[in-house]
Each structure stands twice: as C-alpha cells, then as structure tokens.
C-alpha cells in the first residue's frame, strides 16, 4: 500500500516537473568551466617555455641522470614477453589479473601477505585503488569523515569529495621547519570518530617527503586502534624511500594494530610504468566472511565505474615478478632509482644549511621554504617550474642541471 502511494507521487513529482514552464532547460552549453588542476596547468607552462636552458621540478615523474623517464630494462623485456606469448585478450573480470594481485601480497603487506581476511584486486594505478576505497568506506558508512593531513596530494581531496565524504583537515608539516606537527596530528587522530577515516601516505609523503618514524607510526596505529578509525594507507612509492620493505614498515604495523585496514597501492612509480595504469587495492576486515562480503560491493562499484581495470601493464608486472631472474633484475633496477634521488637529496643538502632537511627526507619531493612570489620569480627569471607552494620534484632535473638548480634556489632564498 505505502509502496503504491509513493510511485503515485513519484508519477505526479515527475509530471509537475515535465509541465513547469519556468524551468530553463540545461544542456551541456550551460556547464561552467572547470578550474584546471594546478600541477596540470604547471606542465603546460613549463611546456609553452621555449628556453632551452628550463628546469621541470614540478611533474612527478622518476627522471634519471640525462633527464629522461626511460622504460625500465625488465619491463620492455617482460612486455616482449607478453606479446609474444598472450594468445588471447578475452576480459578477465572486474578483479582483473588476479594472479598479479596474488603477487604483489608479500611486497606490499610482508608478513601479513596470508592473512586471508585481506583481499586484494587490480585497480587502473592508485588514483583506481584511491577512489575505489572511499566508494567502500562511502557505501559503509556515508557519514564518515575524512582525517586529511596537509599539506597532502592536490588529488587526494577531489577524490574525497567525489563520493562525498566530509573531509577534516589538520596540521602535518610546519614548512619553515621542516618538521611534522605531530602533536597536531595524534591530536587531530584521537578527536575523530568510531568510524572516521585516517588517511595515511605510506611512505615518500607527497608533497612535502617528511614521513613518520617508526615510533611515530606505532602511535598512530595505536590511536587508531583504540579510536576504532579506519586506516587509509596510501602507498605510491614503495621502494623510493629506504627500500621496500622499510617503506612498508608502518603499514605493516598498522596491519598488526588494526582490524580493518584499507590499502591504496601504485606499481606506477616503482615500475616506471606511470601511463599503463598499475595499482591494487587491498581490503582487510575482522573476517573472511566480512572481506568476501567487503569485495562483493568493491566488484560492484569496479564494474559501476570502469567495469574491469586494463591489462597490460599489470600482465607486465606479473611476469616481471614471477620470474625470479627479472624480479631480481627489478630489484636492481628499483635501487637504481631510489640511489638516484637519495644522491641528489644528499648533494642538495649539502650545498647549503637552510636546505639540509632535503638529506633527512625521503621520496622524490620536498617543499623549498620559499613564498609563492620567490616560486613565480625562478619560473620568470631562471626558467626553473616548481609548484607555487615550492613543492618540487627531487629527480625532475638532470644531473648537468643540479648546479644551476642550487645556485637559484640559494640566490632566492638570500633575496
Ligand atoms: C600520494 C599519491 N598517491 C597516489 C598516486 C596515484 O598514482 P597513480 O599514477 O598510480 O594513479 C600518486 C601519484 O602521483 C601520489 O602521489
């Protein structure tokens, strides 16, 4: 009976709205434009500048010694491989390459790689695995608010927001000196909810490279356990900081500390594979029952959004990491990368005082103490693109470039 009543108001709703004149029709002319993403509108500066001599620091790619962002060895290999041998790109499914997924169990969560109340599935990067876990957290528990340490990365909050779940911002980093607020942080933790979401960057912090100790992550870990917070780790550059074991060191603890768990992962940076599109997202609940039931509604808001994640890039790191010969050639290939920006920290560090927390920190960025005019001044003066906030990117420069990027930088913040 109630059930009738209400399609018949739904019906007369619908037919009162279809009847109003005064309703002005929308069509896609009427969109307002979109303010384009600041890190976005960065590379197309830096790009439109045709000095020869300009130095990039503001994208967030791995470049190597000459400048460039090369293929690593084994991936063209195990990609040759894949060609050769794939006999068949019939779909895999809305988990993906589950075996891929299966693999990357013991690099990302170690000792806990058989718990079987955690459950992975291959995701299109972190930004996949990003979204497809606040669609979870949004299904479980819309109210859920969001503990957001800033600075963070400019892409954490609008996918926050796209499932519309109230962010909380507090203190992370006190940028003139280049330490953690700690005390704002554990703070902020222990005022949420039963329920609120602790987003927490696993290692290589973005933007600013400060990342917790292990002290330091046992007493978040801590705070959320007995807050009942649910842990959000986002781990994009496991292997750039200290290695990958270390990089996942507080995850891990976290894992220990807390019954559930989510885990965001990229395999972008780690494989240099940024545009196929590599990630994982890993679900952990008190049950295996609670998981299956857990990956029954992240299949469904997969398959609501991109249906099934691409293949090929995730195809690659599957062979790279079933074939112990290549895995250990990834190996190499990874410390390659991770001894490149740990080098350039070590020689920025070294050139002056006031940059000195540069060798204290880890991943490919930190934020330069210097105001958004001094940022604009090196981009007009010197040709050097950072973001307005002087987040730059450790490894955006060449080696033949590190002299001139020091001796602006110096020259800016002496001004
Ligand atoms: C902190 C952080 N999380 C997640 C991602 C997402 O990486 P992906 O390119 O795999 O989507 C990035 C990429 O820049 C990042 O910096």
Same mark, same amino acid.
């Given at each position: 009976?109630?059930?009738?009543?209400?399609?018949?108001?739904?019906?007369?709703?619908?037919?009162?709205?279809?009847?109003? *004149? @005064?309703?002005?029709?929308?069509?896609?002319?009427?969109?307002?434009?979109?303010?384009?993403?600041?890190?976005?509108?960065?590379?197309?500066?830096?790009?439109?500048?045709?000095?020869?001599?300009?130095?990039?620091?503001?994208?967030?790619?791995?470049?190597?010694?000459?400048?460039?962002?090369?293929?690593?060895?084994?991936?063209?290999?195990?990609?040759?491989?894949?060609?050769? *041998?794939?006999?068949?790109?019939?779909?895999?499914?809305?988990?993906?390459?589950?075996?891929?997924?299966?693999?990357?169990?013991?690099?990302?969560?170690?000792?806990?790689?058989? @718990?079987?109340?955690?459950?992975?599935?291959?995701?299109?990067?972190?930004?996949?695995?990003?979204?497809?876990?606040?669609?979870?957290?949004?299904?479980?528990?819309?109210?859920?608010?969001?503990?957001?340490?800033?600075?963070?990365?400019?892409?954490?909050?609008?996918?926050?927001?796209?499932?519309?779940?109230?962010?909380?911002?507090?203190?992370?980093?006190?940028?003139?000196?280049?330490?953690?607020?700690?005390?704002?942080?554990?703070?902020?933790?222990?005022?949420?909810?039963?329920?609120?979401?602790?987003?927490?960057?696993?290692?290589?912090?973005?933007?600013?490279?400060?990342?917790?100790?292990?002290?330091?992550?046992?007493?978040?870990?801590?705070?959320?356990?007995?807050?009942?917070?649910?842990?959000?780790?986002?781990?994009?550059?496991?292997?750039?900081?200290?290695?990958?074991?270390?990089?996942?060191?507080?995850?891990?603890?976290?894992?220990?500390?807390?019954?559930?768990?989510?885990?965001?992962?990229?395999?972008?940076?780690?494989?240099?594979?940024?545009?196929?599109?590599?990630?994982?997202?890993?679900?952990?609940?008190?049950?295996?029952?609670?998981?299956?039931?857990?990956?029954?509604?992240?299949?469904?808001?997969?398959?609501?959004?991109?249906?099934?994640?691409?293949?090929?890039?995730?195809?690659?790191?599957?062979?790279?990491?079933?074939?112990?010969?290549?895995?250990?050639?990834?190996?190499?290939?990874?410390?390659?990368?991770?001894?490149?920006?740990?080098?350039?920290?070590?020689?920025?560090?070294?050139?002056?005082?006031?940059?000195?927390?540069?060798?204290?920190?880890?991943?490919?960025?930190?934020?330069?103490?210097?105001?958004?005019?001094?940022?604009?001044?090196?981009?007009?003066?010197?040709?050097?693109?950072?973001?307005?906030?002087?987040?730059?990117?450790?490894?955006?420069?060449?080696?033949?470039?590190?002299?001139?990027?020091?001796?602006?930088?110096?020259?800016?913040?002496?001004?």
């Amino acid at each position: 009976m109630v059930s009738q009543w209400i399609t018949t108001l739904e019906v007369a709703i619908r037919v009162l709205m279809l009847t109003r *004149t @005064d309703a002005k029709a929308r069509g896609l002319a009427d969109l307002p434009p979109v303010a384009s993403d600041s890190l976005l509108q960065l590379i197309a500066l830096c790009d439109a500048d045709s000095r020869p001599e300009k130095i990039d620091v503001g994208v967030g790619v791995f470049r190597d010694g000459a400048g460039n962002t090369p293929i690593l060895k084994v991936m063209k290999e195990a990609e040759q491989r894949l060609v050769d *041998t794939q006999v068949t790109k019939a779909y895999l499914g809305s988990a993906g390459d589950k075996k891929f997924a299966e693999l990357l169990r013991p690099i990302v969560l170690g000792e806990h790689a058989s @718990d079987d109340r955690i459950a992975g599935l291959q995701t299109p990067g972190g930004c996949g695995a990003l979204r497809l876990g606040f669609e979870l957290i949004a299904t479980i528990n819309p109210a859920a608010r969001v503990l957001v340490g800033t600075p963070t990365w400019p892409n954490h909050p609008p996918i926050i927001n796209s499932v519309r779940l109230e962010i909380v911002e507090y203190p992370y980093y006190e940028r003139g000196q280049a330490a953690i607020r700690f005390e704002d942080m554990l703070q902020a933790l222990s005022r949420g909810a039963p329920g609120d979401v602790a987003l927490l960057h696993g290692c290589c912090h973005n933007p600013t490279g400060a990342d917790l100790d292990p002290v330091q992550w046992a007493e978040v870990a801590d705070v959320c356990r007995e807050r009942g917070l649910l842990p959000l780790v986002d781990i994009a550059y496991q292997g750039f900081g200290r290695g990958l074991d270390e990089d996942a060191a507080g995850l891990r603890g976290i894992l220990s500390q807390c019954e559930e768990v989510i885990v965001a992962q990229s395999c972008d940076k780690n494989f240099s594979c940024y545009r196929d599109r590599v990630g994982c997202l890993f679900v952990k609940t008190g049950s295996v029952e609670a998981t299956r039931t857990a990956m029954g509604h992240v299949f469904q808001r997969a398959r609501e959004m991109w249906s099934m994640p691409p293949d090929h890039g995730a195809a690659a790191v599957h062979i790279i990491l079933e074939d112990p010969e290549l895995r250990a050639r990834w190996l190499v290939e990874l410390a390659g990368m991770r001894d490149r920006i740990n080098s350039v920290r070590q020689r920025i560090a070294a050139a002056d005082p006031r940059l000195g927390f540069i060798g204290r920190q880890f991943g490919m960025f930190s934020m330069l103490p210097l105001s958004k005019e001094q940022v604009l001044k090196l981009r007009e003066d010197d040709a050097i693109y950072m973001a307005d906030s002087g987040r730059f990117n450790v490894v955006g420069m060449s080696d033949a470039q590190i002299d001139r990027f020091i001796a602006a930088v110096v020259g800016a913040l002496d001004a």
